[in-house]
């Protein structure tokens, strides 16, 4: 199942009529060149019909990009640009849109050849406002033609994003456990961000999971799991019931998703899963997730969102781990300390029970949950999958919308630091840089809840543009901030 988007970006050069028509159309062939030798030609199509200077323009090129089936555009000012006609094409393309603007090229052609397309920048961004238009602004628009083409790749994945939230349903089986208040999940900022929500009850999984006992994929699907398991296939009696849950749940997302293309499920996993399915499907989770539809455990809608927008961003595999527990001081001090360079309040652990994929493990085993089977009887927790989180560089993040449908975020980077856990479940020593502040005065303090999304290597300026881009005020989008930079709610006599 392909569940990202691909993204194909219309460029449209614009020009003002009192200025020369011929450098926009110069800068934009020189931009085509440089992004062509350096990224390629896959993702971004030249308009090539008209130089757009007037109302007539636009619409003639906003039906070349559709036509040509561009699902994002890049509005290029290779002059002044006419900020009516460039901002009614980004009001009318039902897309994500950017812009950027040329610089000028040298102080020997600064009559004729000057386009003062960093004042028209102004304007655009101006009337963008007055059409309640959204569009993406590069951290400093204005450059040559590789700066340009630069800025057009930073914005892939923020439109690969808005694409796929656009055409995003997420699926979720049963009400989030017991004393898990912290995954309420307020649907109605999921619908201002154009995502479906299909929401159904564990006993119409229980049904469709029953239904698929003799399934004659079933053996197929347990080699799958074998071979990728190998050595660490601990409990070879369990895979034809994951087999089976798999296929399930696999056959409702091609049956449920109705006219969206991509999907994501916030499943149930306990307390009562174990005893009627006879497993636990951390399992299962973790391959799904390996395959682009991420699973979040506990009914977590807002931490199945945030995999998939991680998903997205980052092209690779993600996962969703408690924001777990601390670092033993030993353990710090035998393993970490005069190592590398974190204080002891920088590192924690992160952890699930076993939904994060193998191939994000330094090595994996099948087990039983142990935190389960304190109060069960342990066959019927069997299907989580162990290991040490490789180690690496790491994005920790997350999109929430509180009890008043207010959206929230937050992004750090760090790394999963290569020191033996010497625990269970799906587990890491993370490391970011100011950790302890971060997690007090915005993690704690904006109420965030204990489950935080996982991208495997930094991503925090594509996850920062995104969370601008979908709508979450700059204020409430939380980093961990240097040490001097205070947070707003900091004491700063502490």
């Keep these: ?76 000012l290779g002059n002044f640009g006419p900020e009516i006609s460039e901002t009614l094409l980004a009001k009318h393309f039902d897309g994500p849109k950017m812009f950027c603007a040329a610089e000028e090229e040298t102080q020997n052609n600064l009559i004729q050849g000057r386009g003062d397309a960093y004042c028209g920048m102004l304007n655009a961004s101006y009337n963008l406002a007055l059409r309640n238009t959204k569009a993406w602004i590069p951290e400093y628009p204005v450059g040559g033609p590789e700066q340009c083409a630069d800025m057009i790749n930073e914005f892939i994945p923020i439109a690969k994003a808005a694409v796929a939230l656009a055409n995003l349903k997420i699926i979720s089986f049963g009400p989030r456990p017991m004393n898990f208040l912290a995954c309420n999940a307020p649907i109605k900022q999921l619908y201002n961000l154009g995502v479906e929500i299909e929401e159904n009850s564990e006993l119409d999984l229980f049904e469709a999971f029953n239904n698929h006992a003799d399934d004659p994929r079933i053996p197929d699907k347990v080699k799958e799991m074998e071979a990728e398991l190998g050595a660490g296939n601990k409990k070879p009696g369990i895979l034809p019931k994951l087999a089976q849950y ?98 002891f309040t920088d590192t924690f652990m992160g952890f699930h029970c076993g939904n994060t994929c193998s191939k994000k493990l330094a090595s994996c085993s099948m087990e039983y949950q142990l935190i389960m089977a304190r109060a069960l009887p342990e066959e019927v927790t069997q299907g989580t999958l162990e290991g040490d989180i490789a180690p690496g560089d790491i994005t920790f993040y997350r999109l929430q919308s509180t009890a008043d449908n207010k959206l929230r975020a937050y992004v750090a980077e760090g790394e999963v630091l290569p020191v033996a856990t010497k625990s269970f479940g799906g587990i890491g020593v993370f490391a970011i840089p100011e950790m302890g502040r971060f997690y007090r005065h915005w993690l704690i303090e904006k109420n965030f809840p204990h489950h935080g999304a996982v991208a495997f290597g930094h991503f925090g300026k594509a996850l920062y543009e995104v969370f601008k881009y979908i709508g979450v005020e700059i204020d409430e989008i939380g980093f961990n901030r240097a040490k001097g930079d205070r947070y707003p709610g900091e004491n700063p006599f502490a």
Aim: aromatic share 10%; with cysteine.
């Design 1 to 76: 199942m392909q569940n990202v988007p691909k993204i194909k970006i219309g460029l449209v050069a614009v020009s003002r009529d009192c200025f020369p028509e011929s450098l926009s159309v110069n800068r934009r062939k020189a931009l085509v060149e440089a992004y062509t030798k350096k990224y390629g030609t896959d993702t971004l199509y030249e308009c090539p019909i008209c130089i757009v200077e007037s109302e007539i323009h636009m619409v003639q090129a906003l039906e070349d990009i559709k036509k040509a089936g561009c699902n994002a555009l890049c509005v290029y």
């Design 246 to 343: 798999e296929l399930t749940l696999l056959d409702w997302v091609e049956a449920h998703k109705g006219y969206r293309e991509y999907v994501a499920i916030a499943g149930k996993c306990w307390p009562a899963f174990q005893t009627q399915f006879g497993f636990v499907p951390c399992y299962v989770n973790s391959r799904l997730t390996g395959m682009g539809i991420p699973v979040s455990c506990e009914v977590d809608i807002y931490g199945c969102l945030s995999e998939f927008i991680g998903t997205v961003v980052s092209d690779d595999i993600v996962t969703l781990l408690d924001i777990n527990n601390s670092v033993p001081r030993d353990m710090y001090e035998e393993s970490i300390k005069g190592k590398f360079d974190y204080n």
